[in-house]
């Protein structure tokens, strides 16, 4: 060990001995940094991770570790030097190891040159320093690898820059192997072989974070193999001139041995899939607890089907296996009660047909432009999960995230398949246990509703489906044991009464089958409860088919099923009346993006409390931007809490005008009493922060006399930045949120005397530099006021933006009448103990119409909640609009969810269902830079390209002692003789 040792020190001394390991070192350095902030444009993607560093190292390296090997043997051979080497009483295998540990120590010296840059982007945002750790593990290995190429290749030449050519072709062909380039070429796999062979694709998956014993072991036996040549050569200049002996051929069988069982291992290493370590915080590639906990619940055996394609967007291509090997651990921690397949339809005919019929799963067209040409591939990427009778579908929009990095860049990965997938089971579960039986977890009878004109109305495609409509419901009436009823009416008929009723109720109007066609004709479908008289439209289907019209009349009726998916009952702002002056649009915010995230996980149901009740069935109340409560609608909500429910509310004092310039005005939730009986005060103010997201707003700039209007992309402090501190780190409610965005907040005050006894958890603050002001001119004046655009307050502090209270409350109600009316009342809420009734609590007697005393009715209001009960208030009416996601998600060029996330995780917390707010909060993708402005990114840019020059001249300063050492230690040898 020790001649190895010594000649390492040898070889890594001459690389300093001339200039060429600085110049090395710095063509390195500046082309990774070059790279990091230009090529990769770091600052404009705004995530927080080192992967710019990362993406590029496979191709840095073979031209790095190139140049260092190329001179290592073929410098010997030139200046004659090898002979003599060959002759010491060293043996080859020294010799190599000796310059083998030498190039490894000079890569090591320019990886840790890169070094500030991680510490930089751990600096401006939360990084996670697993897959930098993985990373730095992934380009040791992979120069290892490269360094045995380089060496074997510089042995056997005499030419440097021959050797140099030749290690860049071998290295670049093993980083093909694997490259994307290659792999679209083929199937899936094919380039998963492919993908397996390929150093770079090796590389891609130690950088997530994910030390696999298969990847490292594949570095090694590429350097064992290249290693052991190497060695083979040596000895072959040694017999140089000699006639082949039984040594020779010893040293040949032992090299091929070598090398043959370095292959091997890898093929006896590839079942192996759990001797590996996620590095990753919060283990994101490595199963949660709460999945296994909802695997172990199966009784029945769970399908997952993977749908890819073999030719399929160049940008998804490298998804499948990653998803492939996701879902392997599925099948291992279903402990055989979980069966994975992977087909490619397309080669299977029959399971395509089925998938098409049966699932809806369709090929989706993707179009993509290569070097050569534009196309258009039709593929399939979805994944089925089916248990019992009992199936979900996640498409290919649902598990990918995007985001644009130029105008032409994007980079696309896997959103958090973990929690879609195990949210997929958690759904076909509870639906196969609380409705295995269609009509098991249906209540109430329901009444199927067909307005429908005769078949010589209808279009010929539309005939066929009304057969097929009376097919479906005749099966499905054999099943219902009485709970459904057929109801199928011509709305023309008659008087046409009934069409007048549809149109005025339910704006239901005749069709047509062209623009020019003036017959028009009937097709509606509905589902209507008998119990709550609850209605639910049956959508006509895409494709106009049997089995399509099934599964919409299916899926319908299972929003009547009460199964074990908990109930949200979400109030909304109502749609204010067409304005015919605007373009007949009605002027409201709206909240899909909320409603659609909500319903994929729990029953969603509207409730616009106008009867004083909340629906019976509902778990959670959740009121977002709610305009003028009446009494009998805060009645409801009161009602509710006192029952030991969980309100979750989304209210400012203040509305925001877009229409022109920015303005505010007063808003009247109807909340603000009942908040403040509770303790709980939304002050009359705006919060401001100097820590705040960009916002494109219409800015006034003077030209040549003139006044321009333009929308400009600006900073802009009522869109209040919440990160760091200012989140709950302890709490679940901001699980997997490293960053979210309110827009113009107010400030939350909470009463202390009130609330001593209660549970008060701050969620989010702003900065410690915020302010307040009650302005209603939210429009910036750069001009005036500086960068900020806005006079700023010398009383900064954080400011509270939303709170979660839990303990028991007093009813707001209390010693005061019921404002509605007996048949109105709001029956108990499911799960709730009867809690404390008022005993004077008002009664009335109702009349009838023919002057006798009907029977009297108790209109009864509840004093005090139990203490499960719980208000979650955040301070901002806008900021869960699609309005404002969408503003966030063009300034960002990625899917802005963050908001609708938020609210998702409380609906969790309070519903108690904890697992899969666990595994949400193990997402990455999304982790954002904290906010800098142009000097701050150029600050930090010029900052790391200083640090690279005072790293190389440290190098300098430690080769100059070095050498005086040396030269010391030869003064003395030469002093002694």
Known sequence: MSHILRIARKEFAGFFAAPTAFIFLGAFLAITLFVFFWVETFFARNIADARPLFEWMPLLMIFLVAAITMRLWAEERRAGTLEFLL????????????????????????????????????????LDWGPVLGGYVASLFLAAAYAAIGLFVSARSANQIVSLILTVLIAGFFYLLGSDALTSLFGNRASEVLA??????????????????RDLYY???????????????????????????????????????????????????????WARADMTAGNLYSLSQATRNYLAQLREPLLIRGYFSTQTHPLLAPLVPRLRDLLEEYAVAGDGRVRVEFIDPQEHPELEQEANEKYAIRPVPFQFASKYQASVVNSYFNILVQYGDQYQVLGFR??????????????????????????????VLYGYQGA??????????????????????????????????????????HKADGKLKIDIQDPDAGSGALAERLQSEYGFRPMTASLFDSTGFWFYLALESEGDRRTVQVPLPETLEKAALQRSIEAALKRFSRGLLKTVALHTPAPAPAMPQFG?????????????????????????????????????????????????QLFAVDQFLMRGGTVIAATAPFDIQRSGALSAQKHDSGLADWLSHHGITLAEQSVLDPQNAAFPIPVERPLAGFVVRETQLVDYPYFVDVRGEGLTADDGITAGLNQVTITWPSPIEIDSEKNGERQVTRLLQSSDQAWTSDSLDIQPNFGTHGRLGFPVSEERDRQLLAVAVEGRFESFFKDKPAPVDAADEAPDAPDAPPPNASDDAPSAKAESTDGEDAAPVITRVIERSPESARILLFASNSFLSDEMLELASAGLGTRYLKPVELIENAVDWSLEERGLLAIRGRAQFSRTLDPLDQEGQMFWEYLNYGLALLGLFVVWLIRQQIRLRARRRYAAILADA
């Open 584 to 632: 007949g649009m009605p002027n409201a915010q709206r909240f899909n993006w909320l409603r659609d995230t909500l319903s994929e996980e729990h029953n969603l149901v509207d409730a616009d409390l106008a009867d004083g009740q909340v629906p019976a069935d509902a778990d959670l109340l959740l009121l977002v931007a709610p305009d003028k409560l009446d009494d009998k």
């Open 398 to 427: 649902d598990l990918i995230e995007v985001k644009a990095l130029g105008e032409t860049d994007l980079a696309v990965e896997l959103r958090n398949p973990e929690y879609d997938l195990t949210q997929a089971i958690k759904k």
């Open 196 to 213: 397996l062979l390929g150093s770079g694709s090796r590389f891609e998956s130690i950088t997530r974070g994910v030390i696999d014993l």
């Open 87 to 126: 002759t010491m009483p060293v043996n080859s295998v020294q010799l190599v190891l000796g310059k083998f540990l030498a190039c490894m120590a000079l890569v090591a010296v320019a990886l840790a040159l890169t070094l500030p840059l991680p510490l930089t982007v751990s600096l401006l945002g939360p």
């Open 219 to 273: 570095y090694l036996s590429l350097t064992g193999v290249f290693l052991a040549l190497n060695v083979l050569a040596l000895e072959w200049l040694h017999w140089a001139g000699n006639a082949s002996n039984a040594n020779h051929r010893r040293w040949g069988w032992l090299a091929g041995l070598l090398a043959a069982n370095f292959v091997a291992a890898n093929l006896w290493l590839a079942p192996v899939g």
């Open 436 to 477: 295995g039986d269609l009509f098991q977890g249906i209540e109430h009878p329901v009444s199927f509703k067909g307005y429908v004109s005769p078949d010589e109305r209808l279009p010929k495609v539309l005939q066929t489906l009304k057969k097929g409509l009376d097919e479906v419901l005749a099966e499905l009436a």
